[in-house]
């Protein structure tokens, strides 16, 4: 095990399933890692492409940061999401992009938090259904409009 020059601890991990003999490396975030000059607070949530984590530079305002491996099967995703994301108009309907780049073994993307993820309140709710037929219909209203908003900048 080694450190990326982004303060994650790189380690070996086992051959991908797919039969290749090739090894991945798997990268370990931890509370209290800093990269980019941002303290990692909290996992927020991981998926196919990578991890989100809460963090701050100054334990006052608190950011979100994707983190996601370079080596992963058809690249990162950030860069893509970082040229989208300088192309939008201000106070859009989208996250601000604070900053992103690129380390040795990972990229990363730090944005505006905009609160606790649907599904963190969705647990936190005592009854599974506690989000009604509404507010689904509202959330996925509002998920359209971002959508045609973002087309409608024909972004190359």
């Known amino acids: 095990m080694s450190k990326d020059e982004g303060g994650a601890t790189v380690?070996?991990?086992?051959?991908?399933?797919?039969?290749?003999?090739?090894?991945?490396?798997?990268?370990?975030?931890?509370i209290?890692?800093?990269?980019?000059?941002y303290k990692i607070v909290k996992k927020i949530d991981e998926g196919g492409f990578g991890q989100v984590f809460k963090v701050t530079k100054d334990e006052k305002t608190f950011y979100a940061m994707k983190l996601e491996l370079n080596s992963q099967e058809g690249g990162s995703a950030i860069k893509l999401e970082i040229h989208v994301l300088s192309q939008l108009p201000k106070n859009s309907v989208f996250p601000g992009m604070i900053c992103g780049g690129r380390k040795t073994k990972f990229s990363y993307l730090v944005l505006e938090l905009l609160g606790d993820s649907?599904?963190?309140?969705?647990?936190?709710?005592?009854?599974?259904?506690?989000?009604?037929?509404?507010?689904?219909?509202?959330?996925?209203?509002?998920?359209?409009?971002?959508?045609?908003?973002?087309?409608?900048?024909?972004i190359p």
């Open 11 to 30: 380690s070996p991990a086992a051959a991908p399933a797919s039969g290749s003999t090739e090894k991945a490396e798997e990268i370990v975030f931890n």
């Open 32 to 37: 209290g890692d800093v990269i980019n000059g």
């Open 118 to 154: 649907l599904k963190t309140l969705k647990t936190r709710c005592p009854n599974p259904e506690c989000l009604s037929d509404g507010t689904w219909s509202r959330i996925g209203i509002q998920c359209l409009f971002a959508f045609v908003f973002l087309k409608s900048l024909r």
